[in-house]
């Protein structure tokens, strides 16, 4: 698709040196940015959901207490 954008002058320039750089067209670069802009923007959303839902400590979180022990007990006991 085809779309015609605003992008300063300074950014611009620098992301023509990035392309040049990693010989890839500028459609190329702009298409990696914006994806890995928004694989990032997804997963910080989920981790705010989840700290939603968890909370910092036993008295922030949303889910019954016996069931946030449980699941640390069980994670304690898991090898990484």
Do not use: H
Not at 18 to 46: G, H, M, P, Q
Not at 57 to 66: G, H, V
């Amino acid at each position: 698709m085809k779309t015609a954008i605003y992008i300063p002058d300074d950014i611009f320039r620098l992301a023509e040196m990035i392309a040049k750089s990693l010989r890839v067209s500028r459609s190329e670069l702009y298409s990696r940015a914006i994806k890995e802009y928004t694989r990032d923007f997804y997963s910080e959303n989920i981790t705010r959901k989840l700290n939603a839902v968890y909370g910092d400590s036993e008295d922030d979180s949303k889910i019954d207490i016996e069931i946030y022990r449980a699941q640390l007990n069980v994670l304690e006991k898991e090898e990484w």
